[in-house]
């Protein structure tokens, strides 16, 4: 089942085009990348599809309803945490129930039922400085989760770690998805990443930005880490260069 859809997305900006005729499909339970270099419009895209930003032509569809220009409909997680510092952890993670109208108790009751399955068991009551940047970035996908059980877009949440770090959190990050069943739209510039964590992958590339090709990861996840030096890994990322290239 395709949860979101993109018909022939055509955004520009002071008579420059910045992407053209995108189109990309999101099925249930999914994660699929768009991998690009910076500055190829990933963002602009993600902007239009959660609708902060209007497209000049084309069609955001979720679940097969017409969401183009809407805003709200899908969670959206930029590179940035933007935990709020005189918040604590639960209250942080908590702000999408209260917006949607619940009462404070009753939003930190359902937000704290998924701590331990996000590994954030005991970090209810600390405060966003206490934490290391990849709880800082656990927090926020779990207040990005409850914003949204269906779609979430994903900008770069990873990039501003270190390699171990990041390392660590691509392996529960898999676990974690896998149990929730989260269909996730996830930007990166990193072929490593991209080819670990995606069920597809579309290559954004040219100037107007172009879906240029589509990659399907067949090895089944989650992916441990002989998967990172084994020849389907580097076959997969010799042909990701090959194509960014061209």
């Known amino acids: 089942m395709d949860r979101l859809v ?3 997305i055509s955004k520009g900006f ?11 499909t999101l099925r249930a339970g999914e994660l699929v990348c768009l991998l690009g270099v910076s500055g190829v419009g990933k963002t602009t895209l993600f902007n239009i599809i959660s ?18 220009g809407k805003a709200g409909e899908i969670s959206y997680m930029q590179q940035k945490d933007l935990l709020m510092p005189y918040r604590t952890i639960l209250d942080n993670v908590c702000l999408p129930l209260l917006i949607r109208g619940e009462r404070k108790a009753r939003a930190r009751e359902e937000a704290g039922q998924y701590f331990e399955q996000f590994g954030l068991a005991g970090t209810q009551k600390l405060y966003p400085h206490e ?14 989760y409850l914003f949204s059980h269906e779609v979430a877009l994903l900008d770069e949440p990873f990039s501003a770690l270190d ?18 069943h989260l269909s996730t739209l996830f930007i990166t510039h990193d072929i490593d990443e991209a080819i670990v964590l995606s069920d597809r ?8 930005g172009k879906i240029t090709a589509e990659i399907a990861v067949a090895s089944p996840k989650p992916r441990r880490e002989e998967f990172l030096v084994s020849q389907e ?3 997969y990322k010799r042909r990701i260069l090959e194509l960014l290239k061209s």
């Open 131 to 144: 934490l290391s940047g990849g709880m800082r970035q656990r927090a926020a996908l779990l207040r990005t």
């Open 51 to 68: 609708g902060i930003m209007k497209p000049d032509s084309g069609a955001v569809l979720l679940n097969g309803e017409d969401i183009t």
């Open 14 to 24: 002071g008579g420059k085009s910045v992407i053209e005729d995108i189109s990309v």
């Open 233 to 235: 890994f580097m076959d």
């Open 201 to 208: 992958i579309y290559i954004l590339n040219g100037s107007p």
């Open 6 to 8: 993109t018909q022939n």
């Open 163 to 180: 390699a171990i770090t990041k390392a660590s959190i691509h392996r529960w990050f898999l676990d974690v998805m896998q149990t929730i």
